[in-house]
Protein backbone atom coordinates (compact mmCIF):
# COMPACT_ATOMS: atom_id res chain seq x y z
CA UNK A 1 0.00 0.00 0.00
CA UNK A 2 1.32 3.55 -1.05
CA UNK A 3 0.82 6.37 1.30
CA UNK A 4 -1.07 9.69 -0.80
CA UNK A 5 0.94 12.88 0.11
CA UNK A 6 -1.25 15.37 1.64
CA UNK A 7 -3.17 17.66 0.06
CA UNK A 8 -1.57 20.71 -0.96
CA UNK A 9 2.14 19.29 0.24
CA UNK A 10 3.60 19.46 -3.34
CA UNK A 11 3.89 23.65 -3.34
CA UNK A 12 5.51 23.72 0.03
CA UNK A 13 8.04 21.67 -1.02
CA UNK A 14 11.97 22.85 -0.19
CA UNK A 15 9.94 26.35 1.71
CA UNK A 16 11.66 24.86 4.96
CA UNK A 17 15.21 24.83 3.25
CA UNK A 18 14.83 28.58 2.14
CA UNK A 19 13.82 29.29 5.43
CA UNK A 20 16.47 27.87 7.04
CA UNK A 21 19.18 29.20 5.26
CA UNK A 22 17.70 32.56 5.83
CA UNK A 23 17.73 32.15 9.34
CA UNK A 24 21.63 30.73 8.95
CA UNK A 25 22.50 34.07 7.24
CA UNK A 26 21.05 35.99 9.89
CA UNK A 27 22.93 34.36 12.39
CA UNK A 28 26.36 34.57 10.61
CA UNK A 29 25.11 37.99 10.31
CA UNK A 30 24.48 38.17 14.14
CA UNK A 31 28.34 36.04 15.06
CA UNK A 32 30.08 38.80 13.09
CA UNK A 33 28.35 41.74 14.52
CA UNK A 34 29.38 40.63 17.84
CA UNK A 35 32.95 39.69 16.93
CA UNK A 36 33.29 43.09 15.83
CA UNK A 37 32.15 44.26 19.35
CA UNK A 38 34.63 42.30 21.05
CA UNK A 39 37.37 43.41 18.95
CA UNK A 40 36.20 46.90 19.69
CA UNK A 41 36.08 45.99 23.15
CA UNK A 42 39.63 44.13 23.42
CA UNK A 43 40.73 47.65 21.85
CA UNK A 44 39.58 49.36 24.31
CA UNK A 45 41.03 47.69 27.29
CA UNK A 46 43.90 47.29 25.86
CA UNK A 47 44.40 51.31 25.16
CA UNK A 48 42.82 51.90 29.03
CA UNK A 49 45.19 49.83 30.47
CA UNK A 50 48.09 51.24 28.39
CA UNK A 51 47.17 54.86 29.50
CA UNK A 52 46.92 53.77 33.45
CA UNK A 53 50.38 51.76 32.77
CA UNK A 54 52.02 55.24 31.66
CA UNK A 55 50.13 57.19 34.26
CA UNK A 56 51.26 54.20 37.53
CA UNK A 57 54.93 54.27 36.07
CA UNK A 58 54.91 58.49 36.04
CA UNK A 59 53.50 58.47 39.37
CA UNK A 60 56.01 55.93 40.81
CA UNK A 61 59.09 58.51 39.17
CA UNK A 62 57.49 61.37 40.42
CA UNK A 63 57.27 59.45 44.08
CA UNK A 64 61.21 58.49 44.13
CA UNK A 65 62.31 62.18 43.12
CA UNK A 66 59.60 63.68 46.20
CA UNK A 67 61.96 60.84 48.32
CA UNK A 68 64.97 61.80 47.04
CA UNK A 69 64.09 65.40 47.79
CA UNK A 70 63.18 64.66 51.10
CA UNK A 71 66.34 63.29 52.05
CA UNK A 72 68.49 66.00 50.62
CA UNK A 73 66.21 68.50 52.21
CA UNK A 74 66.87 66.68 55.60
CA UNK A 75 70.48 66.61 54.85
CA UNK A 76 71.13 62.87 54.34
CA UNK A 77 72.20 63.16 50.84
CA UNK A 78 73.69 66.70 50.58
CA UNK A 79 72.99 69.62 48.65
CA UNK A 80 69.47 70.04 47.18
CA UNK A 81 69.90 69.16 43.31
CA UNK A 82 67.63 70.54 41.65
CA UNK A 83 66.28 71.40 37.28
CA UNK A 84 65.67 75.25 37.95
CA UNK A 85 66.35 76.57 41.33
CA UNK A 86 64.93 80.13 40.65
CA UNK A 87 61.71 81.41 39.54
CA UNK A 88 61.47 82.89 35.85
CA UNK A 89 59.07 84.80 34.05
CA UNK A 90 58.42 82.49 31.42
CA UNK A 91 55.74 80.01 33.11
CA UNK A 92 57.04 76.08 33.25
CA UNK A 93 54.28 73.70 30.85
CA UNK A 94 55.10 70.13 31.50
CA UNK A 95 53.17 69.28 28.46
CA UNK A 96 55.67 71.06 25.99
CA UNK A 97 58.27 70.00 28.18
CA UNK A 98 57.27 66.44 28.17
CA UNK A 99 56.52 66.47 24.26
CA UNK A 100 60.31 67.74 23.89
CA UNK A 101 61.33 64.82 25.83
CA UNK A 102 62.83 61.48 24.24
CA UNK A 103 60.33 58.10 25.26
CA UNK A 104 62.13 57.68 28.22
CA UNK A 105 61.18 58.18 31.96
CA UNK A 106 62.12 62.12 32.60
CA UNK A 107 61.77 64.38 35.48
CA UNK A 108 61.68 68.05 35.96
CA UNK A 109 62.42 70.00 39.61
CA UNK A 110 62.18 73.44 40.31
CA UNK A 111 61.90 75.41 43.06
CA UNK A 112 58.79 77.41 43.57
CA UNK A 113 58.45 78.80 46.73
CA UNK A 114 59.92 82.03 45.88
CA UNK A 115 57.35 82.37 42.99
CA UNK A 116 54.55 82.58 45.22
CA UNK A 117 54.36 84.89 48.05
CA UNK A 118 52.08 86.38 50.86
CA UNK A 119 49.62 84.77 52.79
CA UNK A 120 46.18 85.73 51.07
CA UNK A 121 44.66 87.36 47.41
CA UNK A 122 45.46 90.65 48.72
CA UNK A 123 49.46 90.27 48.72
CA UNK A 124 50.02 87.90 45.87
CA UNK A 125 52.23 89.47 43.35
CA UNK A 126 54.52 91.35 45.77
CA UNK A 127 57.74 90.66 47.36
CA UNK A 128 57.84 87.66 49.63
CA UNK A 129 56.92 88.03 53.17
CA UNK A 130 59.03 85.78 54.56
CA UNK A 131 63.09 85.79 53.05
CA UNK A 132 63.42 82.36 53.42
CA UNK A 133 60.22 80.81 52.82
CA UNK A 134 59.20 76.97 53.19
CA UNK A 135 60.62 75.28 50.41
CA UNK A 136 58.35 74.16 48.18
CA UNK A 137 58.69 71.90 44.89
CA UNK A 138 57.19 71.51 41.47
CA UNK A 139 57.92 67.96 40.43
CA UNK A 140 56.98 66.81 36.79
CA UNK A 141 57.18 63.78 35.71
CA UNK A 142 57.05 61.97 32.29
CA UNK A 143 56.88 58.18 31.63
CA UNK A 144 55.62 56.18 29.05
CA UNK A 145 53.47 52.54 29.59
CA UNK A 146 56.58 50.10 28.33
CA UNK A 147 60.27 51.07 27.53
CA UNK A 148 59.77 49.88 23.79
CA UNK A 149 57.08 49.69 21.66
CA UNK A 150 55.04 52.47 23.75
CA UNK A 151 51.51 52.85 23.08
CA UNK A 152 50.69 55.76 25.69
CA UNK A 153 52.55 58.12 27.64
CA UNK A 154 51.84 60.43 30.56
CA UNK A 155 52.88 63.42 32.66
CA UNK A 156 52.30 63.58 36.30
CA UNK A 157 52.48 67.37 37.88
CA UNK A 158 53.25 67.66 41.47
CA UNK A 159 53.78 70.34 44.20
CA UNK A 160 55.85 68.80 47.14
CA UNK A 161 56.23 70.46 50.35
CA UNK A 162 59.01 68.24 52.31
Do not use: H
Amino acid sequence: MQLKPAPGSKSQRGAVLYVALVILVLLALLGIAAMQVTSLQERMTADYYATSQAFQNAEAVARGVERTLMSQVNGAVGSIKIDQPLCTSAGFDPVKWADAKPRTSNTYVRRIDKCTSGISSVSQGKAPLNDDPNLIFQVSAYAADRIKDTASDAVVDTIFVP
